[in-house]
């Protein structure tokens, strides 16, 4: 059983930091891109960044600038550091990780249970 603990989240004022990290565990043979979404009350969930197994990084304009993914392999670990925090960013996060279970496996898309983020203005 593969399952995703995300922690970090937490209530910040307008231009603060926090720091979220996801570490998966259960039988993995390999993991592929890692990820983070998030949800804002009312709205659909939207990617924040992503990151590939060979390190290439992809993130939402709203982010750029200001937030960096991580990741450590070894540990299985995706990380989501978060600078200049804003009121619109405000909302449940969410890790992902794509993981192969078995050598011969297909990858699928594991999610974590969500950690909430609030800033206040």
């Known amino acids: 059983q593969v399952q995703l603990v995300e922690s970090g989240g937490g209530l910040v004022q307008a231009g603060g930091s926090l720091r979220l990290s996801c570490t998966a565990s259960?039988?993995?043979?390999?993991?592929?891109?890692m990820g983070w979404y998030r949800q804002a009350p009312g709205k659909q969930r939207e990617l924040v960044a992503a990151i590939t197994r060979g390190g290439n990084t992809n993130y939402a304009e709203s982010v750029k600038g200001r937030f960096t993914i991580s990741r450590v392999d070894i540990a299985r670990a995706v990380y989501l550091q978060m600078n200049g925090l804003k009121s619109e960013d405000t909302g449940v996060y969410y890790c992902?990780?794509?993981?192969?279970?078995?050598?011969?496996?297909?990858?699928?898309?594991?999610w974590g249970q969500g950690t909430q983020v609030t800033v206040s203005s």
């Open positions: 259960g039988s993995i043979f390999s993991i592929d891109t």
């Open positions: 992902t990780q794509r993981i192969q279970k078995r050598m011969m496996g297909v990858p699928q898309d594991y």
